[in-house]
């Protein structure tokens, strides 16, 4: 995955797909079932609460993350399965939250929707810190998004929810969000299990295939030489 300098496009593209339906929900949506459960991805890399019922979202053009949804009553959960980060450079995180929410506050303006205001504030959580936005459309609370980065500082969250976080059930979305920063690291960054396992195999078999190659290309050589000699040899 790309790191969040790059991935500012497409957590817009992401959110614009999203956002619209989120409005929907929020507006009004019908009842769903009230039984939650503790749900991980295939990577198991985190843990949170969510309805049961979870929709997967695979990935599409634009999209470098899978997402997961489901609902409950009139409230709509979302969150995805995770985007490498710089860890080291600060502003490309910030740029990753402002990203997120400028991709959230211009597909509301394109649908029509006005008086939408945002505030932000640092939060944490097991295995993770970040970023709360709370949306509000005419004073009231429409939205809560959570930008949470693993406490490694290379891998990013988005968790989205049709509510406000004094709703009971939103802050238990949030609240029940659990990182593990070691598992999160090697299911996204460049020195994965599978890259790990790529470069054990070209140890392991390097020392035998490069001095074949170098054989191989000084027999190529030798051989050209001795045929520009002998056409030489001909021509005089």
């Given at each position: ?10 957590q ?51 999209m ?31 740029q ?24 932000e ?6 295995g ?34 049709t ?10 979305f ?15 960054k ?47």
């Open positions: 995955m790309k790191y969040a300098t790059e991935a500012v496009n497409f817009r593209i992401l959110i614009f797909q999203f956002c619209f339906l989120f409005c929907v929900f929020a507006l009004g949506a019908p009842a769903f079932a009230t039984d939650w459960e503790t749900f991980q991805p295939p990577s198991k890399e985190y843990s949170i609460s969510l309805p049961v019922g979870i929709s997967r979202v695979a990935k599409e053009d634009g470098d993350a899978v997402m997961y949804s489901s609902s409950d009553s009139d409230i709509n959960f979302l969150i995805d399965d995770g985007t490498e980060v710089n860890p080291v450079d600060q502003k490309s995180k910030d990753f939250v402002l990203g997120v929410t400028d991709g959230m506050m211009e597909k509301l303006k394109s649908e029509g929707v006005k008086n939408a205001q945002t505030s504030e640092k939060v944490k959580g097991k993770w810190h970040g970023t709360k936005t709370t949306v509000k459309i005419n004073g009231k609370k429409a939205m809560t998004v959570v930008v949470a980065f693993a406490n490694n500082d290379d891998v990013a969250y988005t968790c989205m929810a509510a406000g976080d004094d709703n009971p059930k939103v802050a238990n949030f609240d029940s969000l659990v990182v593990d920063p070691s598992i999160a690291s090697e299911a996204h460049t020195n994965s299990v599978a890259y790990k396992n790529g470069r054990a195999l070209g140890r392991k078999y390097g020392p035998i295939l490069i001095p074949a190659v170098l054989f191989t290309l000084f027999f190529g050589v030798v051989v050209l030489v001795i045929f520009l000699v002998k056409r030489n040899m001909k021509d005089r």
